[in-house]
């Protein structure tokens, strides 16, 4: 065998054995530490991630300390859907307060207001007596410690006709007859 053939032959295994070890170790060698780098990168997002959850939920506590005395006031905003009573003994009192009569009835919802965002009851309110009175009513509603919105509202002079029914007998031609639809926001759909 002459030098020339072993030369090249030394060559060739060599040249075999640089391209073993480059497909066999390097470049997966390489393929490792491109995914190993993005997973480190993942990781590190993930805890940045975490360290800014933790400082918000810090300032949430922080910031819930100071207004929780309000977010419990905005719970007393809504009324009990399933027993409205004390919003019922609410109108009671503040017809009383008024000097005026009132009738309060849970009525359904007007076919308008079925798909509202937010959850309500409805109340069908009559009520009689004189106008600066019913005017006092009406704004000491609206001043309620409840979220209430007016659906519909009509106001009557009191007729001769209306004055002879005994329901009427305590009225005079100054007092008036109103009725009122109101639907009264609750926390509960």
Do not use: C, H
């Not at 030369?7 to 190993?36: E, H, Q, S, Y």
């Not at 719970?75 to 009569?101: G, Q």
């Not at 009835?105 to 009520?127: D, F, G, R």
């Amino acid at each position: 065998m002459s030098t020339k053939r072993k030369i090249f032959i030394a060559l060739g295994t060599f040249g075999a054995l640089a391209l073993v070890i480059v497909f066999l170790i390097i470049l997966p060698l390489f393929r490792d530490i491109k995914n190993n780098s993005k997973n480190y990168i993942l990781v590190k997002q993930e805890a940045f991630s975490i360290e800014e959850e933790a400082k918000n939920l810090a300032e949430i506590k922080e910031k819930y300390s100071e207004y929780g005395p309000d977010l419990n006031k905005i719970d007393s905003l809504f009324v009990n859907a399933k027993i409205p009573f004390a919003f019922t003994r609410f109108l009671e009192d503040l017809a009383k307060d008024s000097d005026v009569s009132l009738e309060a009835s849970l009525s359904p919802s007007l076919e308008e207001n079925k798909n509202q965002v937010w959850p309500a009851i409805y109340y069908q309110l009559a009520i009689t007596g004189p106008f600066p009175n019913f005017s006092k009513f009406l704004e000491k509603l609206e001043n309620s410690p409840y979220l209430i919105k007016i659906q519909n509202l009509t106001v009557k002079k009191l007729t001769k006709g209306d004055l002879s029914k005994k329901e009427f007998e305590n009225y005079s031609f100054t007092d008036v007859k109103s009725n009122l639809q109101i639907s009264v926001f609750t926390s509960e759909k």
